[in-house]
Nanobody
Framework: QVQLVESGGGLVQPGGSLRLSCAASGSIFSISRMGWYRQAPGKERELVAFILSGAYTNYADSVKGRFTISRDNAKNTVYLQMNSLKPEDTAVYYC?????????WGQGTQVTVSS
């Protein structure tokens, strides 16, 4: 069993910053990929960014240059630094971890960008 605990969401004004964290625990042998997805009301869940064990990163075009994903392998933790936030970034953000053929999801954390 794998548990993912997210933190760092909240309300922020446009142009502001937030940092999300997701710590994985449990039956973890080798995490190949860690990432973040988001889902806005009435929309499908979409990939925001992911990072592989070798530190390769990939970002959605909508967040390139504003968001930075990183991971601490010793802590099994992934971070998402979000800068220059826009109202369209408002969504529930979900942590995703891939171990072998299996994907695991966090419970989601709300990010609201509004003045």
């Amino acid at each position: 069993q794998v548990q993912l605990v997210e933190s760092g969401g909240g309300l922020v004004q446009p142009g502001g910053s937030l940092r999300l964290s997701c710590a994985a625990s449990g039956s973890i042998f080798s995490i190949s990929r860690m990432g973040w997805y988001r889902q806005a009301p009435g929309k499908e869940r979409e990939l925001v960014a992911f990072i592989l064990s070798g530190a390769y990163t990939n970002y959605a075009d909508s967040v390139k240059g504003r968001f930075t994903i990183s991971r601490d392998n010793a802590k099994n933790t992934v971070y998402l630094q979000m800068n220059s936030l826009k109202p369209e970034d408002t969504a529930v953000y979900y942590c995703n971890v891939r171990i072998g053929p299996n994907d695991y999801w966090g419970q989601g954390t709300q990010v609201t960008v509004s003045s």
